[in-house]
C-alpha cells in the first residue's frame, strides 16, 4: 500500500491511555481507493461495460510504477537541463503473471444469458444445471464470510479494550458433527499484501550457495530452470542437459585459439557444429508444427462434431415441431370426419325431417340412453373429479389387505346358504286378491297390449280384384295447314299427310302394344277370373302358385346380390380408402423430406458460407497479427539497435580517449627517453661513429628500395611473354571472326540485290 500506518502499544496502566497513529516519514500523503489490479484479481470487483475494463487496463499499464531511471554516468552529477542525470524507460516486466486472464468477465455472462434464450426459444436444448460448491462456512472459506476492522479508529481506544472478550457466564454447547471442526477463539492475523496468498504462485526455496575459485560446477548451467519452466526435470529438460554436456565435450576439444596452424581446422569443426545445431532446430521445429497441425485438426474435428451435433438438434425439433403439426392435423381431421359422420348418421335416422317429441319412458327404460350415460360432448361431465371419490383403502387395494380382511369377515359371509323363496302370498284370509296383486296384474295386461300393436306388422295392400274405369286421354289439337297453289304442291301436300297419319298409326300400335305387353298379367288374371270350368280355374291357380314361387325366388336371389354387391362396395370403398390415406402420407411425407432436405442444403449452404466468412475475417486476423508483430519487432530491434550502438559508441569513445592518454603519455616518456640518450650519443660521438650511422641509413633505406624495384622489372619481365601470347591469341580469333563477318554481309548484299533485280524488272514492264 502507498500510505503506512504504524501503532505504538503503551505499557499496561490503570488508565485507560490512547493509543498514538504516526506516519512514517518516506511515506506519501495520498491513499489509494483500491489495487490497480482488482480488476483481474479480484471476483467481487466489478466493471459496468468492457469499455470500463480496457479503461482500468490502460490505466494499471499507465501508473509510474513501470518506469524506471537509468544514471547517466557522464553527467551523473549535473544539473543542467540539457544535460540530464538520468534516463526514463518503460520496464517490461509485466506484473500480471502469464496465466491470468485479461478479458472482460462479462463475457461469460453474455455467452450464459445467450443460452438461456437459446433454451427458452428451442425446447429440445437442454441447459447444463450449474452446480455450487459447498460454501464451507464455518471451513476453508470463513475467511470470506468476516471482516476485521480496519485501524486507526474514529474513537482512540487501546487494544485490550478493542478486543478484549466480554466476560460471561459458561454455556455449554451442543456436541457438533466431525464435518464442520471447532473454530477456535484466537487467530493469527498476518499483514496485509498486496495480493492474496491464493492467487500468488512463488518457486520453490532455493538455498544459498558458495562457488570455489577456478571451477564451474554442472548443477550451475540448470540455474535458467524454474518451477513450472522445466521444473520438475522431463524427458526434454534430460535430453536438453545431454545436449549440453556433449557441447561442453566438443567445446574442449577444440583447438587453441592461439594456434594459428589450427585455425583452419576449428573453424571446420565450428561450421559442422553449426550446421549439427540448425539439423536440429529443424527438426524441433518441425515437431512443433506437427503438434500445433494434430491440434488444429483437433480443433476443425471437434468443430465439425458440434456443429454437426447443432445441426441434428435443430433438425430433430423441426422435425418434431413438423411432426407434432402432423398430429394436431390428423386429430383434426379424425375429429371433423367424426363430427360429419354423426350428423350423417342422424339425418339417416330421420330422412323426412320430422320432430318427434322426446319420449321420456323410452329414455329411462333404455339404460344406455342419455339420462344413465350423457355425452361429454354435449357438454355433460358426470365424472369430472371422480377420483376424489375413489376409496383407497390398505384392505382394498392390497393383497394383503383382502387376505387380513376375509380374516377377520364371519362365516355367513365367506359360505353363505341358500334359502328357498317362499311363495308370494297375493290373496287375503277371505280369498280376495290383494289390491297390490290386482294393480299388478292390470299393468301386466296394459304393458302386453301396448308390446302387441308396437310389434304389430302392418298387412300389405291387396291387388285390386274389380275393373277400373280408365280416363281416356283429350284428342290432339288439329294439325295446321296451308293452301297450295298448284298441283304439284298439293300432291306434295297429300303425300305429307298420308306419311303423318302413317307414322301416327305406327305410334298408336307401338303404344298398344307396350300397353299390352305391361298390362299382360293383368289381362291373364282377367281371362282367369272369367274362367267357368273347375279344371282351368285349378290350372290357373298351379300357375299362380309357381308364379308367386318364382317371383319370391328372384327376390331373394336380388337380395342375396345386392347383399354381395354391397359388402364387394364396402370392400372396395375401404380398400380404397386406405390406398388413398396411405398415398396422401406419402406424398406430404415426400413434401416434408423434400422441404426438409431444402432446408438441410440451405443450412449447409450457410455453414459454408459464414465458414468462408470467418476464414477470411481469421486470415486477415492473422495477417494484422504478423504485421502487428513484425512491426513490433522491427520497433523493439530498432530500439535495441539504437541502444547497442549508443553504448558502443560510448565505450569506443571512452576506449579512444584512455588509448590516446595512454599513448601520449607513454609516447612523452618514450621520446624524453631517446632525446636523453641520443643527447648522450651526441656527447661521445666521433668522425668515423657518424660515418657509420649514415652508411647504415643508407643501407637500410636505400639498398632495399634498389632491391624491391628490381625483382618488380624482373616480375614484370616475366609476366610479360605471357600477355604477349593471350593478346595473340584473343586478337587472332577476333580477326578471324571479324572476316567471316565481314565476308557473309557482302553475301547476303549480293542476294539481296539479285532479288530486287527480278522486282524492278517486273515493275517497269507493269509501269510500261
Known sequence: MSRVVTIEEPPPSPQLPQTRCREKPGASGSVSANRPYDFLYDPLFIVSSEKDHTQANIQANLIRNRLRRVPRFRTMFSNLIHYPRYSLYWSKVDPVPAFMRREWKGQEEKHREGLWQLAI?????????????????TGKNRYKYFERPFLPFHQQVPFNVVFAATKTQAYTFLPISAKYPPVLSKHTVGTQTDYRDAEVQTDPYSPEYVVCQDSI??????????????????????????RAREKRAWEATLPCLSDTSQF???????????????????????????????????????????????????????????????????????????????KLAGKGRNIEGKLERRNIIKDYSDYASQVYGPLSRLGRFPDNNSEDFVVKNYYLNTYEGLVELESSLPDFVTQPRIRPPKPKVTTTKAGFLKRAARMDHELAEVHKAILDKKNKVLEPKKLLRFLQRKA????????????????????????????????????????????????????????????????????????????????????????????????????????????????????????????????????????????AEESGRRQVEQRRLREEDQIFKEVIKVHQNTITSYLEDIILNT???????????EIEKMAEEINDVAYEMESRRTQLQSEEIVAELVYSFLIPEVQKEFVKEKVRNAQRKHILAAHQIIHGHTEDMVKKNFVEQEQDEEVSDTDKSPEEDTQNKNSS
Open 264 to 342: 583452419e581446422k576449428r573453424r571446420r569443426m565450428m561450421n559442422a557444429m553449426e550446421r549439427k545445431e540448425w539439423a536440429f532446430r529443424e527438426q524441433e521445429i518441425e515437431k512443433l508444427q506437427e503438434i500445433r497441425l494434430e491440434v488444429l485438426k483437433e480443433l476443425l474435428k471437434k468443430r465439425d462434431e458440434n456443429q454437426n451435433e447443432v445441426n441434428m438438434k435443430h433438425l430433430n425439433a423441426r422435425w418434431s415441431q413438423l411432426q407434432e403439426a402432423k398430429e394436431a392435423k390428423l386429430a383434426q381431421i379424425q375429429h371433423t370426419h367424426v363430427v360429419a359422420i354423426r
Open 121 to 137: 426459444m428451442d425446447t429440445s436444448f437442454q441447459m447444463a444445471k450449474e452446480v455450487y460448491e459447498d460454501p464451507d462456512v
Open 472 to 611: 281416356v286421354p283429350q284428342p290432339r289439337l288439329p294439325t295446321p295447314t296451308l293452301e297450295m297453289s298448284s298441283n304439284e304442291e298439293e300432291d306434295i301436300e297429300m303425300a305429307v299427310i298420308y306419311l303423318q297419319k302413317l307414322l301416327r298409326g305406327r305410334v298408336v300400335q307401338n303404344m298398344m302394344f307396350e300397353g299390352k305387353e305391361k298390362r299382360l298379367e293383368l289381362i291373364q288374371e282377367l281371362r282367369t277370373s272369367h274362367a267357368l270350368q273347375e279344371d282351368d280355374r285349378l290350372l290357373k291357380k298351379a300357375e299362380k302358385q309357381v308364379t308367386l314361387a318364382l317371383q319370391r325366388q328372384r327376390n331373394l336371389h336380388e337380395h342375396k346380390v345386392s347383399l354381395v354387391e354391397n359388402h364387394l362396395a364396402g370392400l372396395e370403398g375401404r380398400v380404397l380408402a386406405d390406398m388413398f390415406d396411405f398415398l396422401s402420407k406419402e406424398l406430404v411425407r415426400l413434401q416434408e423430406e423434400r422441404r426438409i432436405h431444402a432446408f438441410a442444403m440451405l443450412a449447409e449452404r450457410q455453414r459454408r458460407m459464414r465458414e
Open 217 to 242: 560446477p554442472e548443477l550451475l548451467t540448470l540455474a535458467t530452470l524454474t518451477w513450472g519452466r522445466g521444473l520438475p526435470a522431463g524427458q526434454a529438460e534430460v535430453e536438453m542437459i545431454e
Open 655 to 665: 576506449e579512444e580517449n584512455t588509448a590516446e592518454e595512454q599513448a601520449r603519455a
